[in-house]
């Protein structure tokens, strides 16, 4: 999984796969979901991630053990 912030685009992106793009639907104002030739999610985009996430920059991973 990758996490980026582009403070230029103030965009925020979670990709859970490094695949290909089949489609892309805005879910919600400003925030857009990327599925693969399957239906599965591949990506998660946030745009004007400032105004929508705490911290957009800063990335805090956690797991259970």
Do not use: C, H, Q, W
């Not at 290909?20 to 239906?39: H, N, Q, R």
Request: charged letters at 30%; proline letters at 5%; glycine letters at 4%.
């Amino acid at each position: 999984m990758k996490v980026n912030y582009d403070p230029k685009t103030d965009t925020l992106t979670v990709v859970f796969r490094d695949i290909a793009i089949a489609e892309s639907d805005e879910d919600k104002p400003g925030v857009i979901l990327d599925y693969d030739a399957a239906g599965n999610i591949v990506s998660i985009e946030v745009l004007d991630a400032s105004k929508r996430v705490e911290e957009p920059s800063k990335v805090t991973v956690m797991t259970e053990g």
